[in-house]
Structure formats: C-alpha cells, structure tokens
C-alpha cells in the first residue's frame, strides 16, 4: 500500500526557516517524482514544485522560487521541503503528492507562522 | 500560467440527482487534466487522469470528459458522501488548479 506520512504541525516566527518531512513506502520511491502543494484559506491549491529522487533534479512553480527548496534522502525515501523567511502569507497546509498526476498524496502539514 | 475556471462554485443537490462540474481553461491543455475529491479535513483524492481515464477503486458513477479547453466531471446518482469541494488541476504546462466546486448533499 503506497502511503505518504507527513512531519506534524509546526507554528514557527516570522523570519524564521522550517522543514517539511514526507516518507513514502509501499512504492519504489526512486520511480516517482515528488510533488508539494500549498492549500491556503482551506481551499485554494498551488504546486510549489517537485523533486526526482533518482537524480534528485527539481523544478519549481516561478512563483515559490526562493521560499521553497526541495531535497530528497534516498536512504530513508524521505522528500523534504524547506520553506524559507516565512511571512504570515506562508500559513498554509502543505501536502506532498506523488508523481505527476498526484496520484497519492500525504495526510498534510499545518504551518502556522505568529509571533 | 494556464487559467482553469470551474463551475458552478456550489452545488446543492438530492441523493440521486446526476451532476456536471465544469473546468474551463485559458487555453488548450490537450486532455492533461485530471480532477479530485477534497472531504473535510482530508487530503485531497485523485479521481479521473487524463480528463476521462478511470482509477482503481474509484466508483464508477465518477465520469470524466472532455477536450481542448473544456472539461467536464459527471457523478452519477450522487450519494451523501459525495459531499465535499471537487478540483481540476492541468499538467500541460507548469501545473494549476482550479478554484474548486463545492458539492452540498441535502
């Protein structure tokens, strides 16, 4: 069974940097590529951008260039997502989704950025 | 960025009805659209790939059609756990989703 399981919630300062953890199992991770969505508002999605794992070669949404950047640990089929200088505008709930047509996704990440 | 606009932005329907949720795009994303469930509280869940190819374990009352510029997700005899928001999301250029329909069971 393909499962994606997400670090838990975060609530982190203004200014401050963070990192997102999502273990895949149950598939070859290598196989796939890795996707991250935001959900804002609890309804509006964007892509942030996704990771191949085999080469760890990534592509991102113009838009999170500089406030996202994606890794991957073979070892452990882990995919992270490090969020940068967060602003208010940076609560969300963050999703890793599989492959293209995000075939699967994981249960969700809330980030609450307050003083 | 590719524009994708659905509608209608809410639904309310009768256990039973069949329904036609629309996604229209800016321009043409040749049948790479694919559309989802959200439930409350819960991640999202892939319905249709490719505007119209079905998915394991999905019911099959969940139909998609389309081309070119405008998509359609069909859900025959709606069920009470039908209720949740749908999206569309095209892969044809760097990815976007829809504002979303909110489906309302009475």
Request: charged content about 15%.
């Amino acid at each position: 069974e393909v499962q994606l399981q997400q670090s838990g919630p975060e609530l982190v300062k203004p200014g401050a940097s963070m990192k997102i953890s999502c273990k895949a199992s149950g598939y070859s991770f290598t196989g796939y590529t890795m996707n991250w969505v935001k959900q804002s508002h609890g309804k509006n999605l964007e892509w942030i951008g996704l990771i191949n794992p085999y080469n760890g070669g990534t592509s991102y949404n113009q838009k999170f260039k500089g406030k996202a950047t994606l890794t991957v640990d073979k070892s452990s089929s882990t995919a992270y997502m490090e969020l940068l200088s967060l602003t208010s505008e940076d609560s969300a709930v963050y999703y890793c989704a599989r492959e293209g047509i995000l075939d699967y996704w994981g249960q969700g990440t809330t980030l609450t950025v307050s003083s | 960025d590719i524009l994708l606009t659905q509608s209608p932005a809410t639904l309310s329907v009768t256990p039973g009805e069949t329904v036609s949720l629309s996604c229209r795009a800016s321009q043409s994303i040749y049948k790479n659209l694919h559309w989802y469930q959200q439930k409350s509280h819960r991640s999202p869940r892939l319905l249709i790939k490719y505007a119209s190819d079905s998915i394991s374990g999905i019911p099959s009352r969940f139909t998609g059609s389309g081309s070119g510029t405008d998509y359609t997700l069909s859900i025959n005899s709606v069920k009470p756990e039908d209720e949740g928001i749908y999206y569309c999301l095209q892969g044809y250029s760097t990815p976007t989703f829809g504002g979303g329909t909110k489906l309302e069971i009475k």
